[in-house]
């Protein structure tokens, strides 16, 4: 039986299969707010499509581990 981590991470596939497959736009320069699970999968998947992405966090030491 499937789990909704892996139903949510099958959707995000296909949305992430639909974004590369449009005509790629202007890179953007883009904030994160949160250096979690959820804002660092998103600002690596916006990196992935060619965007310039910075990632913050008000915990310094998430963002020194990055490093």
Do not use: M, N
Not at 2 to 19: C, E, H, Y
Not at 38 to 54: E, K, P, S, Y
């Amino acid at each position: 039986r499937p789990t909704a981590r892996s139903a949510a991470a099958g959707w995000f596939a296909q949305g992430l299969a639909i974004l590369r497959s449009r005509e790629r736009v202007k890179p953007q320069r883009i904030a994160v707010f949160g250096a979690g699970y959820v804002g660092l999968v998103t600002g690596a998947c916006f990196a992935d499509l060619g965007h310039h992405v910075v990632v913050r966090d008000v915990i310094p030491e998430r963002i020194a581990a990055l490093r």
